[in-house]
């Protein structure tokens, strides 16, 4: 990934296209911070999550994995604290790819 890709990943939700003229959060979700991997800096919606799916971590599919089609997997740190309600609540860590 080159730098200009970076950019472009910043401060956007997942799944959202780059040229989405509202790339960003929303005030009313909730949402997980990725961090490191092909992924990183993007925040994932994870409003309406239960606590024992946002233990399981994903699996995310996106071009710029190892695997172009595969996934990237991002998995939370065990006792790491949370917040809940509306914003970033939690972070999620890089933790390998899968075809």
């Given at each position: 990934?080159?730098?200009?890709?970076?950019?472009?990943?910043?401060?956007?939700?997942?799944?959202?296209?780059?040229?989405?003229?509202?790339?960003?959060?929303?005030?009313?979700?909730?949402?997980?911070?990725?961090?490191?991997?092909?992924?990183?800096?993007?925040?994932?919606?994870?409003?309406?999550?239960?606590?024992?799916?946002?233990e399981?971590?994903?699996?995310?599919?996106?071009?710029?994995?190892?695997?172009?089609?595969g996934?990237?997997?991002?998995?939370?740190?065990?006792?790491?604290?949370?917040?809940?309600?509306?914003?970033?609540?939690?972070?999620?860590?890089?933790?390998?790819d899968?075809?």
């Amino acid at each position: 990934m080159n730098d200009g890709d970076e950019q472009l990943l910043r401060g956007r939700v997942y799944g959202h296209d780059h040229d989405d003229p509202n790339p960003g959060p929303l005030p009313h979700q909730t949402y997980a911070a990725l961090v490191g991997g092909p992924l990183d800096g993007l925040l994932l919606d994870i409003t309406g999550w239960r606590p024992e799916d946002i233990e399981d971590g994903v699996a995310l599919m996106t071009e710029l994995s190892r695997w172009p089609g595969g996934r990237a997997l991002y998995d939370p740190q065990p006792g790491e604290p949370r917040t809940s309600g509306p914003s970033v609540s939690c972070r999620f860590y890089y933790s390998g790819d899968t075809p």
